[in-house]
């Protein structure tokens, strides 16, 4: 565009425009420009424009410079000279129009607008740049929001994958529990029926032999020797203690078969009437080598203090893995107590600890109303720090080592017992210990 061109067609314009080179010469301006700069037309044409503005000439060169390198319009400000007063203001917007050549640098358009001080023009360019800012934000946000999504579902893939896991690890278990009570229930079986005829033939043998005593109350020496040496009194008696003991080790394997049938139910998810101590009887039993006194600790007592429960609809192998996963973080947190009172440099002072303050593992059972039966488990340990009470039942939250907690156990509990529409809670100290307590309902 010639500056005859410019002239026509900006002289229709009421806004000032100027043709500015980027070396600053003005080549020609329209009727409203030179009124701004209160100047003819001929006394701008050919002179520097930083002959008529305040500013520094470097500032102004600078601005033209970055106005002939873009055909988009830079925002600028120009404070134009007057004879008296601080000067006009203007708000300059200004775009190349004809790139610069070997022959000639290129020309600016420039369209000013007059303002009372250049906040205004300060202010627009920080909110040009705050509206970027606020626009890369939120483009970062949407890609942060997009992401989280991504790693929740991930996360939820991940959980599932690993409780799929737990679960058939249990369900495994109460498999090979379900093989081993089935191996031993046969042979114990045999035993436990035996024992009421071996007891009869004694009873018989032992009539017999009186009788015998009776006919024949001089026996040969060969036979008086015989008894004498068998210590047929001793026999009489001690068999009678023997049978009793067979009786009840019988009594005893049969009960242990039973919980291990019990605790074998663990891939039931079908809903019963479900005894819950028999649950908790089971688990103990699983666990009894773990409360037995060994290598890393002197011996749990266990404390029962069962109410009377009505029979409750459940899943009785879920229920059991909840008792299991409870009690094994009780023994966990008793053990972890012991070894480091064991470690202590005064030892005298630890065992005295330790005799005055055995290891303990309470459970509870009550009814709370029609409605709700509780189960509470607690161990007198060293308890759980307050402040990470609401992450324990987190997936993937564990206070133990690397390696030796999944941060699963009590998640899975917690799903457990809100699919039985039940609650879990956890009440902890350090100077009692830790306490969960279980409600659900009893409706069939």
Sequence with gaps: MTPEQFLKFAQVLPEPLLLVTSAGEILAVNQPAARLFNKTSKALIGQCLT???TDSSEKVIDYLRVCSQSRQMILGALTIHQGQGEGIVCRSQGSVIEPRSPESPAINLLRLEKRTSDQFVILN????????EIHQRQHIQAELAQSNETLKETLLKLQNALEVVQTEKMSGLGHLVAGIAHEINNPISFIYGNLTYAREYYDDLLKLIQLYQQEYPNPSRVI???????DLDFIRQDIK??????????????????SLRNFSRLDEAIFKAVDIHEGLEAALMILQSRLNPNKRHSGIEVIKEYGELPLISCSAGQLNQVFMNI?????????EVEQVLSCSTDRRSSQEVMQNHPRRISIRTQKLNDRYIAIFIKDNGSGIPAHIHHQIFNPFFTTKPVGKGTGLGLSICYQIIDRHDGRINLMSDPAWGTEFSIELPIVY
Excluded: P, W, Y
């Design 51 to 53: 002959e008529f503005v």
């Design 125 to 132: 360019q920080k909110n040009h740049a705050l509206s970027k």
């Design 224 to 230: 008086q020797q015989e008894i004498k040496a068998l």
């Design 241 to 258: 203690q023997l049978l009793h003991s067979m009786q009840t080790g019988s009594e005893r394997i049969s009960e242990i078969v039973k």
């Design 327 to 335: 009690l094994n973080n009780a023994i966990d947190a008793l053990e």
